[in-house]
């Protein structure tokens, strides 16, 4: 499966649009993830363990919307587009989520 946030793939002209897809994940973030985190607040730098969570959330929407494609018989997403947002009390999940086009070359 071809994935990319531009509208196409160079040299490879789109046969059928087969319509959008999205997928999408809410992750929590725990108590230990945020000890640390006001740590690196404080002292400055990364927070690898929120990176990973984040990585982990676009991830899971990616795959989940690339099988969402592949279910209407797609063998690429064009105009990939990203979202990030915190929700929930106190903003402690991150949903990520995630459309394109499905389309066959």
Same mark, same amino acid.
């Given at each position: 499966m071809i994935l990319s946030t531009t509208p196409? #793939?160079?040299g490879q002209p789109v046969r059928t649009y087969l &319509? %959008? %897809?999205t997928g999408e994940t809410i992750i929590g973030a725990n108590a230990i993830k945020d000890l640390m985190a006001s740590f690196t607040d404080f002292f400055g730098g990364r927070s690898s363990a929120y990176e990973?969570? +984040? /990585?982990?959330?676009?991830?899971?929407?990616l795959r989940?919307? %690339?099988q969402r494609a592949q /279910?209407? &018989?797609a063998n690429? #997403? %064009?105009g990939i587009d990203l979202d990030y947002e915190t929700i929930g009390q106190g903003n402690? $999940? +991150? $949903?990520?989520s995630?459309? &394109?086009t499905a389309v066959i070359l």
């Open positions: 196409t #793939i160079e &319509g %959008v %897809v990973r969570t +984040l /990585a982990e959330a676009k991830d899971t929407s989940e919307m %690339v /279910a209407m &018989g690429a #997403i %064009v402690s $999940m +991150l $949903m990520v995630c459309s &394109g």
